[in-house]
Every structure is written in structure tokens, then in C-alpha cells.
T-cell receptor
């Protein structure tokens, strides 16, 4: 069983649509991270959350600690948002990170 | 700017050959990690190190070896014992503080293929 589960696995959106990616986890965490991986492979960190909600431009991330669930929303998607989005958690009992399998987003112009 | 540098970006290995992937960071992070990424799977931990001259096996360490002689460097050797080495390899680093909320920083990855 994976410590982090993401859905959906693949997502296609028309430019301008609102999309949501979901993440559930089963371990105690000190923080949850949303990562973006572009086709070239490099990974960048979009958000780090330990509670509540964060917004950065068209991206919004929320977390519900009691339900062990987080969502990443992208409002008004753009083709440059096409990437793999990965949910990761940092366990609060060590220094290990656990990763979801990623959601591949394709935004069609 | 501080960051993580992985090299090479692409690497080809012949059967029976060992290859070494380089990872250097100038973020002054204590912890460094090696992950393997295969299509449709999440990142899987190969090895990690929390301090110089010490490292621990991750979930899929068989066929790999590492060293941590300097804080800045954490090279990964893919040995001939690794029967399915074709994958994308990512190096990462982070602060070490227990319960830290700091994220991992990732390199740009090395794509290893078998000739």
C-alpha cells in the first residue's frame, strides 16, 4: 500500500478550464508538498503546506489534516501548465519523504 | 544561486558495466537522497544520507552503491548487479531537522539507458 495516493492519474483540460488534483496520505506528516515535473524531468516545488490553504497566481493548494487529504487546484489552465504534478509528504517521525505516483496534466489550446 | 547539480543528463551503460551518477549541492543541506523514477510509478528511494560518511539503504538499494565523503557530494554507482537499470534518477537534498517543514530540492535528473 502506498503511503500517498493521488488521483486522477491522467487529466486533460481545455485551456481556461478549472482542474483539481487530489492527494490522500496515511502517515503522520510534518508537511505536504506539491511538486511539478516538466517533460525534461526536473522537479520544482510549488507549495509546502502544513495547514489551511495557499495561493500562488492561478494555483491554489489546500490541506485537511484531520482527513489526511490535500487538493491542488489550477484556475484558468494554460498549455504551459502541462506537466506531471506530484504530491509528497514529509513524515513527522524521520526525514523520509513519500511520493504519490503523479498526475499527468495536459492542457489543450 | 544555490542548488543541486546532477551529471550527466543522459548516460548509457553497456551490459556488465558499472556507471556513476554525480550529484553535488551547494545548499549546505545535511541530508541527500537518490530516487529512481519509472513510468507510472512514484519516486522510489534508493539510498539516503544524513551525515558525511554515513548512509542508509532505501526501498530499492540492491544493485546500487553510494558514498558520502563530502557534505556537498553524494554519487550513486549503478553496478552490474542491477539487472534493470534503465530509469530516470533524481538526486535531492533537504535540511535534517526532525519535523522540519522544509522541502526537498531536486536536481534535473539523469536518464540512464542500457546499450
Amino acid at each position: 500500500k502506498n503511503e500517498v495516493e493521488q488521483s486522477p492519474q491522467n487529466l486533460t483540460a481545455q485551456e481556461g478550464e478549472f482542474i483539481t488534483i487530489n492527494c490522500s496520505y496515511s502517515v503522520g506528516i510534518s508537511a505536504l508538498h506539491w511538486l511539478q515535473q516538466h517533460p525534461g524531468g526536473g522537479i520544482v516545488s510549488l507549495f509546502m503546506l502544513s495547514s489551511g490553504k495557499k495561493k500562488h497566481g492561478r494555483l491554489i493548494a489546500t490541506i485537511n489534516i484531520q482527513e489526511k487529504h490535500s487538493s491542488l487546484h489550477i484556475t484558468a489552465t494554460h498549455p504551459r501548465d502541462s506537466a506531471v504534478y506530484i504530491c509528497a509528504v514529509r513524515a513527522n517521525t524521520g526525514n523520509q519523504f513519500y511520493f504519490g505516483t503523479g498526475t499527468s496534466l495536459t492542457v489543450i489550446p | 544561486d544555490g542548488g543541486i547539480t546532477q551529471s550527466p543528463k543522459y548516460l548509457f551503460r553497456k551490459e556488465g558495466q558499472n556507471v556513476t551518477l554525480s550529484c553535488e549541492q551547494n545548499l549546505n543541506h545535511d541530508a541527500m537522497y537518490w530516487y529512481r523514477q519509472d513510468p507510472g510509478q512514484g519516486l522510489r528511494l534508493i539510498y539516503y544520507s544524513q551525515i558525511v560518511n554515513d548512509f542508509q539503504k532505501g526501498d530499492i538499494a540492491e544493485g546500487y552503491s553510494v558514498s558520502r565523503e563530502k557534505k556537498e557530494s553524494f554519487p550513486l554507482t549503478v553496478t552490474s548487479a542491477q539487472k534493470n537499470p534503465t530509469a530516470f534518477y533524481l538526486c535531492a537534498s533537504s535540511t535534517l531537522t526532525r519535523g522540519s517543514r522544509q522541502p526537498q530540492h531536486f536536481g534535473d535528473g539523469t536518464r540512464l539507458s542500457i546499450l
